[in-house]
């Protein structure tokens, strides 16, 4: 069919238009693109074919041919008045057949714009993005992604063989979202963005919402499907929400998935690993498993803290459905999963969020605000309605779609201090002239609040370094509303104290006790964490002073010394079986240690210790009050010494631990009121590789009067001993 002019009749801006898209300025592709009104008895289907020379299409059942009304790739096809975007279907690049992308509503509606713009979105996961979807009765995939200063916004992809030109995307008012749907696409399709700035770049660009993502070193994006997965793991989520935190065990085993186990050089999947991993923990007596962030990273360096995709579960190990599998199955074990997010930094990777539309999006403009001297990444902007509401969505679907039992929330301290890291004159004051960053506080009691609101028995954690006040207080009572808070100030005390040479320790046993003045003022958790057996920290073990026997047994303490403390538990992987080298991220645990007895040992003392702890409810039933604990003694510094009561509702344990090798065979504790007394575990046992002094009979002493006044017990050098009053 032959072109008219009538078009300029109706549309005075006809060919402005069509430059628009050949250009690649045109803000509403689908107004010129797509099935319109063409003169009576007649409408026009308009499709950008750029290079083309001939263009075909299907109209009603036929293969027709479109007539080209610009060389650069613009052609055209009249069709009967009554035709409608289902009685015809274009051919994309690849050959795929299909409706017309052009000839559809947008799929983000004006709700859906007005809630992004508060940061209020809440669902926000199930609409930006690529998402596959039924829209209009049809299959696809819908594509919407937050530019607001791009001049123009592509979709490339697979199905257009990655061509910038032909699938441009349409701005939705002023919201700053560009949308496409584009009908057939699949599961697996491969895609980006392709970003086109007021400076005249052109940037590709993943979704930041994705789903999942290539393998790396690629970065395209992948269409995944989420919503197929069939949960198995109803009993345990519905018991989730009966756990009061206070009165329930927490011994946290803190794992990198990809250096956990490997088959020679290769990664374990998620599938592979739920198995091993559940298996492992039930035996060891873990509670959950924490994974240090298993969100899409590109460096493996990086130990997942410079994420590049945080909607996705890295590809490293599987899809996302395999990772659902991996929480279905642990939670089916009765194992909880923890997920560390970092919210509080991104990569300056550029395919990924750093300026994303060529302006600064997600970061702050200004580097005093926007990037992090520490770690050489950029610092969201968390005042952003759009940014704050990109993060909490973020927190919700891990929640909600992965079914995750906690967000371990990471470096909540560079998040609190605008001067995080800096010297004077490289930040800038809030408001008042401080160092509190106001908008991040505002963002971290947003995120609580909601995730709480709903997500009722989910965890929410800090890894908070400073004595910033009410980290777990409620929001409304003007905390940051997190359920646990790291005892960073606990593990720097003891990781000191036990590196000091035991002959010197009587100076350094403030280091033991001062932590107790604060130990109930927040909810904590007790770590030993992956921070503190790296970059020249030395293992546990190899912190130890002392002949190899001192160093293991050294171990032993420390290990079992975490366990009666109160507050919640947390182990890095390798620390319980004695591992000699710093963590590599590239290398497995060193799983071959378990062929000597001295290893064999503290594995064993770790299982007994954790089982032990699970069972006596004193050492957690009131973890976060001060009447769960009791000083007996603190004040021995000439042998370092210290003893002390846990207590439950209805068990009281005496932990005693003897810091240095001396044996004590005689050694008497005031305690009143004693009527007997039980060793229930001891980590001098021989068959953990000690020196097998214990005690079967503790003697009772009393005054002259015949009142018990106390205990005499023998004192097993670099010893924890447990002792069950009756």
């Not at 036929?62 to 052609?75: D, L, N, P, Y």
């Not at 199905?159 to 749907?181: A, K, T």
Request: with cysteine; glycine share 8%.
């Amino acid at each position: 069919m032959t072109m008219t002019m009538q078009p300029i009749q109706f549309d005075p801006h006809f060919y402005e238009n069509l430059m628009g898209i050949i250009e690649m300025t045109h803000h509403q592709p689908h107004a010129v693109l797509g099935i319109h009104p063409f003169f009576e008895g007649a409408k026009v289907i308009r499709l950008w074919r750029p290079g083309a020379q001939h263009v075909y299409l299907e109209v009603f059942g036929s293969i027709v041919e479109a007539t080209c009304i610009h060389k650069a790739g613009i052609f055209e096809y009249i069709a009967p008045a009554h035709t409608t975007a289902s009685d015809y279907r274009v051919y994309h690049q690849n050959g795929l057949l299909a409706p017309d992308p052009y000839a559809f509503l947008p799929t983000f509606g004006e709700i859906d714009r007005f809630l992004f713009g508060k940061g209020v979105h809440y669902q926000l996961y199930q609409k930006m993005g690529g998402r596959l979807t039924i829209h209009q009765g049809v299959e696809g995939v819908k594509f919407s992604v937050w530019a607001p200063n791009a001049k123009s916004v592509s979709l490339v992809s697979d199905f257009n063989y990655w061509d910038g030109r032909v699938n441009p995307m349409r701005m939705l008012g002023y919201s700053g979202i560009w949308e496409l749907f584009v009908p057939g696409l699949k599961e697996g399709e491969k895609y980006k963005f392709e970003i086109h700035t007021q400076q005249g770049e052109r940037r590709l660009k993943a979704d930041p919402y994705a789903l999942a993502c290539e393998m790396r070193p690629a970065t395209a994006s992948v269409i995944a499907n989420v919503d197929r997965f069939q949960w198995q793991d109803q009993d345990w989520m519905q018991a989730r929400l009966k756990k009061p935190l206070q009165s329930t065990p927490m011994n946290i085993y803190e794992v990198h998935l990809g250096s956990w186990r490997k088959h020679g050089d290769d990664f374990l999947n998620y599938r592979d690993l739920a198995h091993e991993l559940a298996s492992y923990c039930i035996d060891m007596g873990f509670t959950h498993v924490e994974l240090l962030p298993i969100q899409e990273h590109p460096l493996d360096e990086s130990w997942g803290y410079q994420v590049s995709g945080f909607y996705a579960p890295t590809s490293r190990f599987g899809s996302p459905e395999d990772f659902q599998y991996f929480v279905n199955y642990l939670h089916q074990k009765n194992i909880g999963v923890i997920l560390d997010w970092v919210p509080g930094h991104f990569p300056t990777d550029d395919f990924s969020l750093s300026r994303y539309d060529g302006s600064a999006l997600y970061e702050h403009a200004d580097p005093r605000q926007g990037f992090h001297p520490h770690w050489h990444t950029y610092i969201f902007n968390f005042g952003r309605h759009e940014v704050s509401n990109f993060l909490i969505a973020n927190a919700l679907y891990w929640f909600e779609q992965m079914h995750v039992d906690g967000l371990r929330v990471d470096a909540v301290a560079s998040m609190l201090y605008l001067d995080y890291g800096r010297e004077d004159g490289e930040w800038i004051p809030n408001y008042y002239g401080g160092k509190e960053n106001l908008q991040a506080i505002e963002f971290l009691k947003h995120l609580n609040s909601i995730v709480h609101s709903l997500c009722p028995g989910v965890l929410t954690i800090a890894e908070e370094s400073t004595s910033f006040p009410g980290v777990t207080h409620s929001v409304e009572e003007g905390g940051l509303g997190f359920d646990l808070k790291w005892n960073m100030g606990w593990m720097n005390d003891t990781l000191r104290y036990f590196s000091t040479d035991m002959i010197f320790r009587n100076y350094h046993h403030n280091d033991l006790t001062f932590g107790l003045i604060y130990a109930f003022s927040e909810k904590f958790i007790n770590v030993l964490s992956h921070d503190e057996v790296v970059h020249g920290k030395r293992s546990l073990i190899g912190r130890m002073p002392g002949d190899m026997w001192q160093q293991f047994a050294n171990l032993r303490l420390l290990l079992s010394y975490m366990i009666c403390q109160p507050g919640k538990k947390l182990l890095f992987m390798g620390g319980e079986i004695g591992q000699w080298d710093e963590w590599n991220c590239k290398r497995e645990i060193e799983w071959f240690l378990l062929g000597f007895p001295t290893h064999q040992g503290v594995q064993m003392m770790v299982k007994e210790i954790n089982h032990f702890y699970l069972s006596h409810p004193a050492l957690w039933e009131k973890d976060f009050n001060y009447e769960s604990f009791q000083w007996v003694d603190f004040s021995d510094t000439q042998y370092s010494i210290i003893s002390y009561l846990r207590k439950g509702k209805s068990e009281q344990l005496f932990c005693v631990h003897n810091f240095t090798p001396m044996y004590h065979p005689n050694y008497i504790f005031h305690l009143a009121n004693l009527q007997g007394m039980e060793e229930v575990f001891n980590s001098d046992a021989e068959k953990y590789g000690g020196s097998g002094k214990h005690n079967s009979h503790p003697e009772i002493v009393h005054d002259a009067d015949g009142h018990p006044i106390g205990v005499r017990l023998s004192l097993a050098p670099l010893a924890t001993m447990i002792f069950k009053l009756t």
